[in-house]
């Protein structure tokens, strides 16, 4: 109800409203549109209050719940579902959790903050609170368990889109990092259950430096994270990104479902941090010398070495790494 009371408020925008028409149209007494919108203050919500004119919503919240989203949101099932937490572990391990309860197709669980943010292999990933969007969709693919890391890619190239419609231009370090000036801005998590040749489903995570400080990072990953904050001197709006990663990311993800992987491809290409260069290929500890040559067609990355031998490294097997930093 208080969700229903906001979006009328938001609907009549610059507007006064009475609280006898809201009253009416979501047939509730007075009192409990007092009661809600005294709720909504507590969020964080202003809203001007004068007698005989009624209630007008002055400021919302830089918060990522459900109704802040929707305004810019325009898919079918991509974050139509969203759950929001002012603070929790991961969103992929709540994502997971739900999805085994078979929360629908296309949920976003969004957290303010991480207190246990996951990257690949047991890592850590900060997550401080307010400062980054931290999401994980989740999806019930019918498709070859092997075209799952595909995924990552278009979760990647979906986040290139709904940056440079912010006019923000990042690179993909594949497979699932995003760079700017050859720091990492926002990596992904895919996760896959299943059995056999069976996927339960795939939780993919997407966590985003937005509007970070240089003392929000640990020392540690100072020198290869940084924000888009601090790249482009200007604080980013976090709910439109969102929901224009959701809304680019329904778009390629139908087309990958449909066996369509080329404009997903195309976008890894063309912002690729590492295609043409030099790169440190690390694989169980040892490293070796390449140039990155493409990005083929199911995803892999063709390398090829100083001895001339050309491999098609697969995500997930190695690091890869810039000759002389990340990227
Ligand atoms: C990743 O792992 O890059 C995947 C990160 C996925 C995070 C999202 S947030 C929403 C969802 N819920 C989760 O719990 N996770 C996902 P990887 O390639 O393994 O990189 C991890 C490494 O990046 C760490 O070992 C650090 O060196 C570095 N790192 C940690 N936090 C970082 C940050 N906020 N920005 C940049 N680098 C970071």
Redo the contacts with the bound molecule.
């Keep these: 109800m208080k969700d229903d009371i906001l979006r009328y408020l938001k609907n009549n925008k610059n507007k006064y409203v009475s609280g006898q028409a809201i009253s009416n149209e979501l047939s509730i007494t007075r009192a409990c549109v007092w009661k809600y919108i005294k709720e909504l203050e507590v969020e964080g919500y202003k809203i001007e209050g004068i007698s005989r004119k009624g209630y007008k919503l002055l400021y919302s919240p830089d918060i990522l719940s459900r109704e802040e989203i929707y305004e810019n949101l325009n898919t079918k099932y991509i974050g139509k579902n969203i759950m929001h937490f002012d603070s929790l572990g991961?969103?992929?391990?709540e994502a997971k959790l739900l999805a085994a309860k078979n929360i629908e197709n296309g949920t976003a669980v969004i957290g303010e903050e991480?207190t246990?943010?996951?990257?690949?292999?047991g890592?850590?990933?900060?997550?401080p609170k307010y400062k980054?969007i931290?999401?994980?969709i989740v999806l019930y693919p019918e498709v070859e368990m092997s075209e799952v890391s595909k995924i990552t890619q278009v979760a990647a190239a979906s986040v290139i889109n709904a940056l440079s419609n912010l006019g923000i231009k990042a690179e993909i370090k594949w497979p699932?990092?995003i760079v700017i000036n050859s720091k990492?801005v926002c990596?992904?998590?895919t996760e896959l259950s299943g059995e056999l040749n069976k996927i339960n489903h795939v939780v993919v995570?997407?966590?985003i430096?937005a509007n970070l400080e240089q003392e929000d990072f640990p020392e540690?990953?100072k020198n290869?994270?940084t924000s888009i904050k601090i790249e482009n001197n200007n604080e980013i709006n976090r709910k439109v990104l969102v929901a224009y990663i959701l809304n680019e990311f329904e778009i390629l993800y139908e087309e990958f479902l449909n066996h369509e992987f080329l404009n997903t491809l195309k976008i890894c290409r063309e912002n690729s941090a590492l295609m043409g260069k030099k790169i440190r290929v690390i694989r169980n500890g040892q490293e070796i010398l390449g140039e990155a040559l493409d990005i083929e067609e199911d995803g892999a990355l063709l390398v090829k070495y100083e001895d001339g031998k050309i491999e098609r490294i697969i995500s997930g097997e190695v690091s890869v790494r810039g000759l002389l930093g990340y990227v």
Excluded: A, F, H, P
């Excluded at 246990?116 to 292999?121: C, I």
């Excluded at 890592?123 to 997550?127: A, L, P, Q, V």
């Design positions: 991961s969103t992929n391990v991480q246990l943010g996951r990257g690949r292999l890592r850590k990933w900060i997550s980054g931290w999401m994980s699932n990092d990492k990596g992904i998590l995570g997407i966590g430096n540690e990953i290869i994270g």
